[in-house]
């Protein structure tokens, strides 16, 4: 995602058959046998499992237009539709034309987060949906087996495909913001446990990221904090002393995880109807 976000803001980015082969590249260079960057040559099946028709994609020979074609559809064809309509056909048109030998549904995972990405909706971490596609794979293959049919023609009605991707949208922006409301009340906590025990602001980074599940070391602590490394060893000692960290490990591994008295607090902080009315408040703003 990282690319993506780079791309979509790159005021000179413009989409051509060249930036599909870069991508691709980006995707798979890793994977030689997926020829990364080169567009397929000689007839594929898209197999679907047992008992069920595959696909067929168009042949080599018609790929290199079909390419250009969609390159000159992403850049300035049916603006006028909303932009997540525009990335679901994205998605649709690059795994239909399969055009590369391997890699086509990751790169139509990609351009339509881009799509979305250049639109300034939010950021690319946030409008891609691969962790519902992810969660919901059977579906997934089932509608575009629908919308494709035996063969590419893309006179097929999309209809259910863009339907798919609309929900995938609502569910993963769902998922998200109860994510964030969670962040939200959960940095609020650690700020309380801090104010109440009189510890420095900067405490609430080492409690904020256990009670994430993630162990915290001296080096992370003092980059968040932006403290030397003697006071960030004081600051976790402490913190371990008042029974909020646990200390694993010793030396240079040494790092701490939440106690069970930090993620009890934070549990009961939860289920108060002081945080239930503050949750009723985020989710009403």
């Not at 239909?96 to 790169?107: A, V």
Request: with cysteine; aromatic share 8%.
């Amino acid at each position: 995602m990282d690319r993506v976000a780079a791309l979509a803001e790159d005021p000179h980015f413009h989409w051509s058959r060249q930036t599909i082969l870069e991508l691709h590249f980006l995707i798979c260079h890793p994977q030689s046998d997926a020829r990364p960057g080169r567009l397929r040559d000689g007839s594929v099946f898209v197999t679907r499992g047992p008992g069920r028709d595959p696909y067929r994609p168009p042949e080599s020979s018609e790929v290199p237009g079909l390419v250009n074609e969609l390159a000159s559809w992403l850049e300035s064809g049916d603006v006028s539709r909303h932009p997540v309509v525009r990335a679901a056909m994205a998605h649709l048109n690059v795994v239909s034309l399969h055009p590369f030998r391997d890699g086509n549904g990751r790169l139509a995972r990609v351009v339509q987060s881009l799509v979305l990405a250049r639109e300034g909706l939010l950021r690319p971490e946030f409008v891609s949906i691969e962790p519902y596609l992810g969660r919901h794979t059977r579906e997934y293959y089932a509608v575009l087996e629908e919308v494709q049919g035996s063969a590419f023609d893309p006179a097929r009605d999309p209809s259910s495909w863009v339907e798919f991707c609309v929900d995938a949208h609502v569910s993963e922006a769902a998922d998200r913001r109860q994510w964030v409301l969670v962040a939200y009340a959960r940095h609020d906590f650690c700020t309380r446990v801090a104010g109440e025990q009189g510890y420095p602001e900067r405490f609430v980074v080492a409690l904020d990221q256990a009670l994430l599940g993630l162990p915290v070391t001296n080096a992370d602590y003092r980059r968040a904090s932006d403290i030397a490394s003697p006071t960030a060893v004081q600051d976790l000692q402490r913190l371990r002393r008042d029974g909020w960290l646990e200390q694993r490990g010793g030396g240079r591994s040494v790092r701490y995880v939440a106690t069970d008295k930090l993620q009890k607090a934070w549990a009961d902080s939860r289920e108060s109807p002081l945080a239930m009315s503050r949750s009723i408040d985020l989710t009403q703003g």
